[in-house]
């Protein structure tokens, strides 16, 4: 069983930044590839961006590439998804998942589809301004 708390959403304006952080609880961090997904009301989740267990694969949304970065800390049992140059549009409740991919790398397709993903979190709300 693996627990995810997210933080660090909140209201910011147009062009601003956001650091999110996902901490997981459990002993087995190393063996899931982590993923960040968001959604508004009335609209499936969608991908955001994924990292492997080892950080050697990294994916992201065709909307978020070069403003978004993910990555992780296996000491802190965290992965981070630092927001730059956000955008009204980008306004969403923000989820972190966990696929159990151990000690493999994750296609762009399963990094993407949701079914992958084991474990989500509660989210966290970001809200940008114009």
């Known amino acids: 069983q693996v627990q995810l708390v997210e933080s660090g959403g909140g209201l910011v304006q147009a062009g601003g930044s956001l650091r999110l952080s996902c901490t997981a609880s459990?002993?087995?961090?190393?063996?899931?590839?982590m993923g960040w997904f968001r959604q508004v009301p009335g609209k499936e989740r969608e991908f955001v961006a994924a990292?492997?267990?080892?950080?050697?694969?990294?994916y992201y949304a065709d909307f978020v590439k070069g403003r978004f970065t993910i990555s992780r800390d296996h000491a802190k049992n965290t992965v981070y998804l630092q927001m730059n140059s956000l955008k009204p549009e980008d306004t969403a409740v923000y989820l972190c998942?966990?696929?159990?991919?151990?000690?493999?790398?994750?296609?762009?397709?399963?990094?993407?589809?949701?079914?992958?993903?084991?474990?989500w979190g509660q989210g966290t709300q970001v809200t940008v301004s114009s």
């Open positions: 998942a966990a696929a159990f991919f151990p000690f493999a790398s994750i296609t762009p397709a399963q990094a993407m589809d949701v079914q992958s993903y084991s474990y």
């Open positions: 990292m492997s267990w080892n950080g050697r694969d990294t």
């Open positions: 459990g002993r087995t961090f190393n063996s899931y590839a």
